[in-house]
Structures are given as C-alpha cells and as structure tokens.
C-alpha cells in the first residue's frame, strides 16, 4: 500500500496541516475549498489515531462554554456548518436532545446559573424541568433526580464519519494526505517553511499545528518553543448492550464542574448506551488505559441515574485521552512566527467546533474571500441508526461481522480508496467491524483473510484497541 497518498508531489504546497485529527481534517477541507493546495502531514499509519479516536461524539450547543470565548464561537459555528453540509457528505445526525439534571441540593442551586449562561451563550431554546418533567420525559430516571433543565440542540454524531468525511472532500478537491509522515523539525527560508518529516521534506507557505496531544511539542519543534503544556486527561467509558438504548433518549448530561462536563449516559450514533468518561491527568500522552475500579465506579453512577440499567451487559470499554492544557482556552494563535499558526489544546469540544474551528483559522489566514467553484462533494457511508445500513440494500457480498451487521462491500470500500484504512482499528472507525457484542471473536477470521497484505499495520489477531 502506498502510504503517501496521491504524492508524487513531495514538493512545494500553500498549507501545510500537521495533524489528522478531526481539527485537521476540518482545516484541510476549509483551506482546500479556500483554493490552496493543502497537504496533510500524519505520524500515525491511519488518521483519528490521536484524541480523535475516542470521544462521547456529542454534537454540543455550547450552552455551557466559556461566554465570550473562541471556543464558545468555535462551537457556535461549528455547529451550525455541520448542519449545512452533513446531508451533502453524507453524515448523520441523532436528534436526541439533552438534559442537565442535578441530583443533589447543591446542584440544584446551580441550575439556574447555567441556564442564564445558556441564554447569554446564544442557546435559547432550554427549557426549566422540575424533578417529575424530567421523570415524565425520561421514565426510566431515577426518583432521585431533584430538577434540570432541556437543552433541545444537543446532539450525538458518528465522530469517525465526520472527520473522514471532512478530510476525503479535502483529498477529492486537491488536498494530499502523507502517512507516517511525522514532523522532526522546521526551518524557515523566503517566505516559507521547509519541514523534515520521516517521509522527507515538504515546503509550504503556511503551516498549521493541529498535533493535539503533541501540539506543544511540534511548537517547539517548528518555531523552537513552546508556550503551553500538554496535560493529557484521559476520559473512560463503559459501552451498553444496544438493548440498553431504549433506557434513554436524551442525552444525560450532569451539572458540570470547572474541570469537567461530568459523566454522561447517552445512547450513540450507533445504538448503544454509553456511560463516561472520567476526567484523570496523566502524563503519558499515547496510552489511555481502562481500570477496573474506574469501570465498576462508571457503571454504579450508571445505575444510579437509570437504575434499570442493572439489568443490561457491558459491550465494550474505551478510554480517550483530551489534550488539555494549563488552561481552558483553546490554544490558537498567529504571533508565534511568521507563516505560522498554531492550534492546539483544543481539549474537550473540539468534535463540534472543527468546522467552527477551521473557518476561524481560514479568517485569521485571510483565506476567506476565495472559493473554488464546484467543489466535488464525496458521500460517507452511513453507519450510523441514522438512515439505511448497507446490509439492507442489495448486492453487498453477505454480512462478514455479524453483531454489527457490516458487509463485505463496505470492508471492501474502507481498504480501498484515498482514504484507505492503514490498521484494523482504523478499519474499525470506517465499518465498526468488531465492536459488537462478540469483539470480533467470530469475524475477526475471516478480516484477517480479507485485509491480508492491505493494512499497513497488519492484524495479529482479535482487537481490542
Ligand atoms: C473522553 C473524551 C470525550 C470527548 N467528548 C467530546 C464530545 O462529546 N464532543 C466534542 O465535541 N468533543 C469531545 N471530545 C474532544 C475531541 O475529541 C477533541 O477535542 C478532538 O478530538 C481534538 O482533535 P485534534 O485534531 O485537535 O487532535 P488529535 O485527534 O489528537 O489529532 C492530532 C493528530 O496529530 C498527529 N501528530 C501528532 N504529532 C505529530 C507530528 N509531529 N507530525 C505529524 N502528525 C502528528 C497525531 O497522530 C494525531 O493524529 C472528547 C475528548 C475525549 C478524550
């Protein structure tokens, strides 16, 4: 497999993105249909191998963010492009619904403090619960919830497809993708930049640092500092048996501290339930381990809010890891050296501000003015309980994972193409191939047959990352 995807061109590009994480991606598609030619440096085999390969996949309002801030913008924005342009790629859309619901006296008394922030914010359809609304919208609720309020705009995502789908209209209007391309070191000559890379060296007028949780590092690594520090906070769940899903149709959201948004019961796009995460610092910045106690702790706080949920099996266990920082502003900025920009740190809502994020940053490069015409508009394969599964349409080659219900004409799509899977995992965010009830106990076989010789990192048996 060629890992330096439609690169013959190790030569001279507008932009240089490092990073395909979902701010990425979203920042190649804005600069590709802004008319630069872009291209896309990544260390990992596949892309989303960074904090974008695990996350709560919330499409969030920004009810709760900082007033006032990029993020808050970001997040506004974000939101309202995803709305525009998911029918055209393909993307879906689970119009659940949230609720913040307080549980105790303490946080009751703090309700109507968010809720004024959720106006202030932009957000203005939420509406007041009282304990018994709550309930009555939610039967399956604890008696013990005390009030809440709705925020209608919440959402939940497929938050594999949405970052694919960002970073293949990119690719399909020009952008260029190298893999196992990590960024060593860049050195400024002319008007631009020359970056040494593990795939060789690229030149570029303008580069973008969207390393998450090594955005710090490629600062220094580029401009020779860095002025922020990854805290890595890695964020656990515990993924439901779909029957679980019928127990809850908004999302559960709690009242959120300064440090986190708190753990959340909310179904998934692709119809589990799932409680978490957790919010831990840690220093590794690779590995995002799953605890037992933290689990059971999980799945406790899990029947506590829905005490039904006692009577429903565990599917799976994830950890993601956010790329906090010592602060909670995101980390963008222009000022560090010319043709610069560096955009980092975006920690906890960067799902749902990347478009937001990206037209920001096409702004702050006084990239805004230009478009190209007709761009090509690539359609994603829906995986999602939002709209018809290939399983369901005719000439699909027979159904190889069957807990998921994924074909062998969609396994066959994701190794093939631009943006071709290069590991099992990232197989797995293409088709969900595995994630079912079985973990890949009776397909993984018959995957090992069909991508023999196609991943760059080959499989060595069940996965379970
Ligand atoms: C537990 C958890 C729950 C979350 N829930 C939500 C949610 O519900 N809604 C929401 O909106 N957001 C959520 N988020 C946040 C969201 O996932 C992150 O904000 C987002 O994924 C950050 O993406 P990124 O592209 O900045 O970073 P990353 O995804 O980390 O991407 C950076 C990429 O850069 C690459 N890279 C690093 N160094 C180099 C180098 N030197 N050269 C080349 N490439 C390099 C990495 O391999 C990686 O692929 C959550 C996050 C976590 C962890």
């Not at 924005?77 to 993307?91: C, Q, T």
């Not at 990854?230 to 899903?245: L, M």
């Not at 409680?275 to 506590?304: F, I, K, N, S």
């Not at 995986?383 to 080659?397: L, M, N, Y």
Request: charged content about 20%; some cysteine; aromatic content about 4%.
């Amino acid at each position: 497999m060629n890992l330096v995807d439609q690169a013959d061109q190790a030569a001279s590009f507008d932009v240089a993105v490092i990073g395909a994480g979902v701010v990425g991606a979203a920042l190649a598609r804005a600069f590709t249909l802004a008319g630069a030619k872009v291209v896309v440096l990544e260390k990992a085999v596949d892309v989303l191998d960074g904090a974008s390969k695990g996350n709560s996949a919330i499409l969030h309002t920004g009810f709760d963010a900082p007033e006032g801030s990029v993020e808050l913008a970001c997040i506004r924005e974000g939101y309202a492009l995803y709305h525009d342009i998911r029918d055209r790629l393909g993307l879906p859309l689970v119009r659940a619904g949230a609720m913040v619901l307080a549980w105790t006296e303490e946080e009751e008394a703090g309700l109507p403090a968010l809720v004024a922030q959720a106006l202030a914010n932009g957000v203005t359809d939420v509406q007041p619960l009282t304990g018994p609304e709550a309930r009555a919208l939610e039967p399956a609720l604890s008696p013990a919830v005390r009030a809440g309020f709705r925020v209608p705009g919440e959402h939940l995502i497929d938050p594999w497809s949405a970052a694919h789908g960002y970073l293949l209209q990119a690719l399909a209007n020009g952008a260029v993708l190298m893999r196992q391309a990590e960024v060593l070191a860049g050195r400024r000559s002319g008007d631009g930049w020359h970056l040494a890379t593990t795939a060789g060296e690229v030149s570029a007028s303008l580069v973008i640092n969207a390393a998450g949780l090594w955005g710090d590092e490629v600062d220094r690594r580029v401009t020779g500092e860095s002025w922020f520090t990854i805290r890595p906070r890695k964020g656990q769940f515990v993924v439901y048996d779909k029957t679980a899903a019928a127990l809850a149709g908004h999302i559960l959201l709690p009242v959120p501290t300064k440090i986190t948004k708190g753990i959340v019961v909310c179904r998934t796009a692709f119809g589990n339930l799932l409680v978490g995460p957790t919010a831990e610092e840690q220093d590794d910045r690779e590995h995002a381990t799953v605890e037992r106690a933290t689990l059971q702790a999980l799945m406790q706080r899990g029947t506590e809010i829905l005490p039904a949920l006692a009577g429903h099996e565990v599917t799976a266990v994830y950890a993601g890891l956010r790329p906090a920082t010592e602060a909670k502003e995101y980390r963008i900025r222009t000022d560090l050296a010319p043709g610069y920009i560096c955009v980092g740190g975006i920690r906890s809502t960067g799902l749902s501000a990347a478009l937001g994020i990206a037209a920001h940053v096409v702004r702050l490069a006084g990239r805004h003015d230009t478009a190209i015409a007709d761009p090509v508009w690539p359609r994603m394969p829906n995986i999602s309980v939002d709209g018809t599964r290939d399983w369901q349409c005719p000439g699909h080659g027979g159904i190889v994972c069957h807990c998921e219900l994924v074909t062998r004409r969609e396994i066959e799509a994701a190794l093939t193409g631009p943006l071709a899977a290069g590991s099992l995992a990232g197989l797995k965010r293409r088709t969900r191939v595995t994630m079912g009830r079985c973990q890949g106990f009776y397909c993984s076989a018959e995957l090992a047959r069909m991508t023999e010789g196609r991943l760059a990192q080959p499989m060595v048996g069940p996965s379970h990352d």
